[in-house]
């Protein structure tokens, strides 16, 4: 006799995201619209969600911070073009803009604290032998090794109590953020360090890596721009800031403040009007 299959039940996925999702704001904003809400099944038996309307209609009374330089990696010259791209547009229409800020939380800590939770999430289901095998790894790591690399390892073999801790400077951060909020509508910065770049298939994504104006990094480490919206749980939407002199595609996130979606969708599509949205290859 076969046992029938477990029902499909809803849980939440820590820094889950989906995309591509669409080529315009317009039909983002549609989409968003239509999903969201929680699950009918849980928290929607007891309330609905209203989220803000976005703060500002116009390119003029938008007060942006560009954020171009991380410290853990360099930023391409092909994507700090788009990025002087969208930062005149703003400009030239009359934006408030800003190119830093004592207000943004500790990118060096945010990437860290991205890659254990996120490591920790992705590493749930691998089998026990694997899992002591990168314990025993881990163990013999520096504490003084503050790198990704180390991060990620950490990552895989996190204690509930260290997940906690971790757990608890996110909030710090989404603090942090607030605040920074207050004084800006949304944060301007790279997606990934380097345009569109080749497929590769060989080997596993821990051995490959990308090309950054001629200088290869690990692949893994240009998550650190993901997770500076991911890693809090703001919204950010992705748009088309140019092509690189080879003609592949460059993007932007817009990141917005939490629950506010509606503000970095609205300031997509009137840069979309500005500088061209998305063009077929």
């Known amino acids: ?43 929607g038996v007891a309330y609905d969600v209203a989220l803000p309307s976005a703060r500002h209609e116009r390119l003029s009374d938008f007060r942006v911070l560009i954020i171009e330089d991380h410290p853990l990696i360099p930023t391409g010259s092909a994507v700090r073009a788009g990025m002087n791209r969208v ?52 163990a013999v790591l520096s504490a003084d090794d503050r790198s990704l690399d180390a991060a990620r390892l950490r990552g895989m073999v996190l204690s509930h109590r260290d997940w906690v ?63 500076l919206a991911t890693m809090p749980g703001l919204p950010a939407t992705a748009i088309p800031a140019g092509r690189s002199p080879e003609g592949l595609p460059v993007g932007v996130q817009l990141i917005g403040p939490m629950f506010e979606d509606r503000t970095p969708l609205r300031l997509a599509e009137l840069l979309e009007q500005k500088i061209g949205g998305f063009q077929a290859p």
Do not use: K
Not at 107 to 126: D, F, K, R, V, W
Not at 207 to 215: E, P, T, Y
């Open 1 to 43: 006799m076969v046992a029938p299959p477990a029902p499909a039940l809803p849980i939440t996925l820590d820094l889950a995201v989906v995309g591509p999702m669409a080529r315009t704001a317009r039909d983002l904003a549609l989409l968003l619209d239509v999903m969201a809400g929680p699950d009918p099944l849980t928290h």
């Open 87 to 138: 930062a005149e547009a703003l400009v030239d229409e009359g934006a408030r803009v800003e190119r830093r800020s004592p207000l943004l939380p500790d990118p060096t800590e945010a990437a860290t604290l991205h890659m254990l939770l996120m490591l920790s999430n992705a590493a749930a289901g691998i089998s026990v032998d694997v899992y002591e095998q990168l314990q025993t790894h881990a």
């Open 165 to 227: 801790e971790a757990n608890n400077r996110r909030e710090l951060h989404r603090h942090g953020w607030r605040q920074l909020f207050a004084e800006f509508d949304a944060v301007v910065c790279p997606i990934t360090p380097t345009p569109a770049f080749l497929h590769d298939h060989n080997g596993g994504l821990e051995n490959r890596h990308i090309d950054i104006d001629g200088v290869e990094y690990p692949y893994f480490d240009q998550l650190v721009w993901a997770g």
